[in-house]
Each structure stands twice: as C-alpha cells, then as structure tokens.
C-alpha cells in the first residue's frame, strides 16, 4: 500500500481492498440511516462526505474546526475529514462544562464548530458563548446553527500540510482544571505514534483474524492514532462501542466478541460485573489500557474472564503532550496476590524503547535521585506536541532543558522501570494517595473507585464509591488497619463522582465540593 497519510487513510484501504468490516453498537451520529456496519469504501465516501460539508461551511486550509458532540466513533471521523482537506480538527468531549467549553473555544477560534442542539443548549443556558465563525449541528439547525446534513459540499480534494505544521490539536483530560489544548503535527503524531503502532510487533499488533474492539473517548488523540494504527493492519473485524454502559455494551460484545480490547479505565470498571458473569470476554487474547493506571482487581477479573492460555494485559503511561511514555505487561500469575500494600498496577513499566527517555528528579533542586526514591518525573520524547494554544508561557514552563514535566510524583525502580505515586498536585508527604487507593480496591469487593483527597489540615479524605452509595464500617476498619492515617470515609454512589471525558475523577472539582476549596 501507499504510505500512511490520514488524508487519504480510508481512500488508501479502500484502493487495497482492506478486507476489514467496521461494526458499530449503534449508528453514526453524522449517518443515523447508515447502519451499523461499514467496510473501507463506504468508510472512505463518508469522510469525503463530510469532508465536502466541512469545505462548505468554510473550513479550509490552516483553518481548525472544533468537534463538541455526544462520544461515537463519527468525532473521530470528523477529524480525518478536516485533515483531508488541511483544516486543523480539534476534538473536544462534551463532557466539559459550557464555561469551560467557551475557554477553549475562545483560544482555538474555530472557523467550524460542529456539535449537536444540546451542547448549543446548555451553553445558551449558562450564558456561555461558543465562538466560532460557522457552527453545524449534527443532530438538526438549531438557533445560531445550520444542519450539518443540508450543508453545501464544497470541494473536499486531499490536501497535503507540511511535516511540522499542525496535523491535529487533542486537548488534556482536565481533572486539574481547564483542559490543555496540545497541538501534534505530522511528525509527533503520524510518524513517532502511529507509524510505531502501525508496525507488525509481536502480541501488541493486530492480526488478520483479530476482532479488534474499543470503547474509548473518541474526541481524545488516542482514538485518532488507534483508528489509523489499527486500520492499517486491516483485522478482519473492528467493533466500536459508542455507549459504555453495561446494558447497551454487553450484547453488542456478545455479537462480536473480541480478541483484543482497549477501553477506558473506568469503562473496564464499570464491565467487571459483566465479565464474572458473561462470557463475552471469552475470546480476548490482548487487553489494553492507557490514560490512567489500573486497579488489580479489575485487571485480574478481565484476565480471568477469557478462555485463552495465556492472555496478556498491555497497560500504557502516557500524557497527551507526549504520547505513549512506559508500558508493562501484566499476566494472570502477576497479579494474582490480593491486599499487597505495593499493587503492581503501578509498577508502569519500562520506557518505550529507542522512543522515550524518564529521569526522576528532587522537585526542588531538578537533581536527579537514587532509584527507589520518589521525585518528579521528567521524560524525553520525539513524540512530544507542539506547545499550548493559547497559553505558550505555561508550556514552556514545563520543558526543562530539553526534558517534560509530567508532574507526576513517582520512583524509579530496581529494575529500571517507573512506579507512579501521586500527581504533584495530590502528593501528600510520607505516602502515596494512589497506592492507599489500590489497596482499599483491592481489599475490599463492593468497593468500585476510591479517591485519597490531601485537604488543608488533618489527614487526607478518602471518598469511596459503591454500587448502591453503603460501605460496610467494620470492612473499612480491617481494610486499612495497616496503613496511614486518613480521615473517616465519604461514600458515594458511582455515578455521583464527578468524571473527565476519559472517565478520570476531576478530582479539584471533587476536593472544591467536599473541602470547599480546590487547593489543598
């Protein structure tokens, strides 16, 4: 085939006859008519569909063109459709509040939005101003805004952008504020992430008689370089999971059963009932996990799940300024140990060879410290994006002679790989709030996520979600009878913590409605 140009992805697969069907759990957002199932020419005629309504309403190159909708696979096809005609797609989650969304709005002065009548809604009902120069709705006009169905279709002809020119701006997960807005260029994203996943590599890659499934966030730049990496390979089955939840998830799982899964941490935390007690897992012979590190018991339910010999978990460390920075393989004999107070979720593993380099400083001096001692993290990356728009001073705050504040407290291990302890902003002295979380998961069952929150004074507050909003008093006691002191805990049902896109707990926003305060 032609060499890997997301300009021309589905027109390149389609040329070659890629054998590979996409199945859908339900229809497109943009093609609600177009079923569920696609193969790479259909594919290849809707991105140039929607390249055409894009060009239309004035997307050209150069130009960004904002995606705000409902989490489906069509936000990452929107933003193929704008690289293929040199706009510059930014994906943005709904999830975001209109306060928030008009920030960012506001720094990438989009020459498109397209979003759906109900993000337009709530903004108008907050008093939130969603710049831009045309705004399409996916789901029908609304005030201020045409269908993004009855657009004219311009002229939609590949258009090519140089190397290191913006390719694709994905913004951070935000749950220490405001989301970043990183900008990749054909360089970090096309050449140092996808060509790498795109790759033939033992276990990782995607084989001819995979079903490859995800149920990701499709605004975040994993599911870009995931669309072109996997598509590449051309498994014969690519299942997309739009809507997490349980009772929509498991048939269409059971329909099209994988033999490799990717999906939001917090996606495989709300599946673990499902895996004890279906077998829609059956068949998986990889799981892949990124954007946040693991709980064990889930880790080990998914592994226990499936009838293969010898499956394997790939779990990925990584930020959106910098792609992919450690992975670990983890089997059912590694985490087999219940109640360990050092869980090996969060041992991240090793650097991506000849890819990234990690060094773990004092956090005052930047010098670097012994192995087995915690300090800040810093990473050395090709791979790493283009800067901050609107905000260039933070990130330059953050490179330090050549080398990328994750602000991530961690350690670096005997055998050289990194063990994460806190973000920088959590870190509380003398422990580690992740580990004490990992623990209390793993010891006790009806426990689903427990957040450690540092507050002003007194010990740090655990908040504990359960299934039904109970927590047993004397299982809490015996739980954390041998680890640091923490205050009392609250608990809350899942649905009652307040979540990212991605599923990572906006913990600021938690500590701002529990302690009064963001800062601790």
Known sequence: ?????????????????????????????????????????????????????????????????AVVKENHWDSTLLAFAAVRIGAVPAPISDHLPPETLAVLLERLRPAVLVTTRAVLKAASDAGAVLRADRTLSVDGPAPGAAALAEADPGRSAPHGRGADDPLLIVHTSGTTGVPKLVPHSTTTMVRRLIGFEAHRWPVLSSRPDDTVAAATSYVHGRAFAWTASVLWLR???????????????????????????????????????????????????????????MHPPAVRTFLNATERRRPVWMQGWG???????TFRFLTRRAVAAQGARRPTTRD????????????????????????GEPGLVLARTKALGLGYVGEQERWSAKVLDGWWNTEDIGERTRGGGVRVLDREVDAVPGMSCVEIEDVVDDRIPAVLECVVLRTPQGPPLPVVATEDGHLDAGEWLRAVRDLPALAPPLVMAWDELPRTGTGKVRRLELRRRLVGSPDA
Do not use: C, N
């Not at 990690?358 to 410290?369: A, E, H, I, K, Y």
């Open 235 to 293: 498994p014969r089955e690519v299942a997309i999971v739009a809507d997490h939840d349980p009772a929509s998830a498991e048939p269409f799982l059971r329909a099209h059963p994988p033999t490799t899964l990717e999906a939001l941490p917090a996606t495989y935390v709300r599946w673990q009932p499902m895996a004890a007690r279906t077998d829609a897992f059956r068949r998986v012979r990889l799981y892949i996990s990124t954007f946040d590190a």
């Open 1 to 65: 085939m032609k060499r890997l140009d997301p300009a021309t992805l589905f027109d390149t697969l389609a040329a070659a006859h890629s054998p590979t069907t996409v199945h859908l759990s339900r229809p497109l957002d943009i093609a609600p008519d177009g079923g569920t199932a696609y193969g790479m020419a259909g594919l290849a005629d809707l991105v140039d569909t929607m390249a055409g309504r894009l060009a239309g309403a004035g997307a050209g190159p150069g130009d960004v063109v």
């Open 319 to 325: 930020q959106s300024e910098t792609g992919p920075l």
């Open 348 to 371: 991240l593993g090793h650097p991506v060879p000849t890819r990234t380099r990690l060094r773990v400083v004092d956090p005052q001096t930047l010098r670097p410290v012994r192995r």
